[in-house]
């Protein structure tokens, strides 16, 4: 019911004199939105289309909306620049193949200003993340159920089908996200061990990752890089010396491999848990210009930010277009549906 509500009323809420009206009432914040995979044909990785993803673009381009830079908002909020009216800015996080084949092309045949964070080991060729290889391990396991002992913890995992297998990886993700960090090879070991599936030293095709030509190449045609860390452990779990090396040795590899990569990290998972002021205060002192998180929601003006350009939240690009629109609109910002 309230998904057809949505249907019929966000095209009405989402018209001109409606959201002029609206816009004066509630205010209007600036969405930040992040992509992660891309659906590519005979790849299993879950991702958004192609077509989806023209669609969105095209909606903005018509519907009076101003592509903008992360940068750009950034600088807006320290003052230094004036926005323009229904600014909205993309993202895109990791570092993977497609992403760079498939994505980054659509935003410059739009013109639209694309930050690409990039996880440094991944494009090094050094590692693939511990997220992939547990979606590997759950993906290619014939069991239907496995039990892994670690520490005082036991976890039952069902595998059976498509839905438990989702729950599955949701689960351990979130296992792994409360543990120390550097127990994560040994837990990835176990897993691997009890669902009966070898995880291969290079990444599979699934999780090829970009390479630094592709890179230089993609930021000669305008999209900007930006660090998210070497390895993508999550920063809170570690110590504070591997925090550092995580946030300033990503950066480095940019600085060496790019020509003008963007002083702007983005924590690894980025949940509000996943960084605190050890973090915010590593990239002060670095001085980074900023740092993006996962946490939802919009940037809003300066005068009510807060000088916090440290935990910049951004919004999920939805699978469908209703959601999108009413993403890029005041309803999701007044959040009317909630
Ligand atoms: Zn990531």
């Known amino acids: 019911m309230k998904e057809l509500l949505k249907k019929i009323l966000v095209p009405a809420l989402t018209s001109s004199p409606v959201s002029a009206l609206a816009e004066s009432i509630f205010g209007r914040g600036i969405p930040v939105f992040m992509i992660h995979r891309m659906a590519v044909e005979g790849q299993s990785n879950s991702g958004i289309s192609s ?12 519907n009076g909306y101003t592509f903008v830079s992360l940068e750009e908002i950034i600088l807006s909020l320290k003052n230094e620049i004036a926005l323009p009216e229904k600014a909205v800015a993309f993202t895109m996080d990791d570092g993977f193949f497609e992403q760079g084949s498939v994505a980054a092309p659509i935003f410059l045949e739009f013109n639209c200003p694309l930050t690409f964070f990039v996880i440094t080991g991944l494009l090094d060729k050094s590692l693939w993340t511990w997220d992939a290889k547990v979606s590997w391990i759950i993906d290619n396991s014939k069991k239907n159920y496995i039990t892994v002992n670690f520490g005082d913890e036991k976890l039952n995992i069902a595998l059976g089908n498509k839905k438990s297998c989702t729950l599955a990886r949701e689960n351990i993700r979130n296992f792994i996200k409360e543990m120390d960090a550097e127990d994560l090879p040994r837990l990835i070991n176990r897993l691997a061990e009890a669902a009966g599936v070898a995880v291969p030293e290079e990444p599979p095709s699934c999780y090829r990752p970009l390479d630094w030509d592709m890179a230089r190449e993609l930021e000669s045609r305008g999209v900007q890089f930006a660090p998210h860390s070497k390895t993508h452990r999550i920063l809170s779990k570690l ?21 003008d990569p963007l002083k702007i990290f983005c924590y690894p998972t980025g949940r509000a848990l996943d960084f605190g002021p050890r973090e915010i205060e590593i990239l002060k002192k670095e001085n980074f210009l900023g740092a993006v998180s996962t946490m939802p929601g919009y940037v809003e003006s300066r005068e009510s930010f807060d000088n916090n350009f440290y935990r910049i939240p951004r919004l999920v690009v939805p699978d469908n277009m209703v959601d999108f629109i009413q993403y890029c609109s005041w309803i999701e910002y007044a959040k009317i549906f909630r």
């Open 51 to 62: 077509d989806h993803l023209r669609r969105c673009l095209r909606y903005l381009t018509v």
């Open 239 to 259: 110590s504070r010396q591997s925090a550092e090396e995580e946030i300033i040795d990503s950066w480095e590899t940019l600085e060496r491999e790019l020509s």
